[in-house]
């Protein structure tokens, strides 16, 4: 009979045959390292979706204002990230961070917008 090991710390198994871990510990850790690139990459990308979502929260308390390029960019709002487009019935596309959403005007502004119910 072949001897099992746990595929984390090397220490034999017993029980279950299909069993791979000795632990939940053991399980956790080697998924964890496995899945270590994604799960930062992943993190990066969340941690600059909630920063653009707070700079449009902070620069529009009412739900509704117009803002200068300018100003985001010195917030650091980064505009290749964003959760949704709603695209209007006029074409016109509205980019959101969760519920808080933009869209770009003349003359390098933005309106800032809350995201309504009827907003999928």
Known sequence: ??????KECGDS???RKDQKFCSD?????HNNRLHEDANNYVRRINNIL??????L?????KGK?????IRLAEEGFN??????IYTTQKGSNYYFCYEQGYIK?????????????YVK
Do not use: A, S, W
């Open 1 to 6: 009979m072949e001897k099992r090991v746990c």
């Open 13 to 15: 198994l017993k029980g």
């Open 25 to 29: 510990y053991c399980r956790n850790t």
């Open 50 to 55: 909630r920063k653009n979502r707070r700079i």
């Open 57 to 61: 929260e902070q620069l529009n308390p």
């Open 65 to 69: 204002i117009t803002v200068d390029g």
């Open 79 to 84: 505009f290749h990230y964003f959760t949704n």
């Open 105 to 117: 005007l003349d003359n390098d502004q933005y309106m800032l917008v809350l995201k309504q119910d």
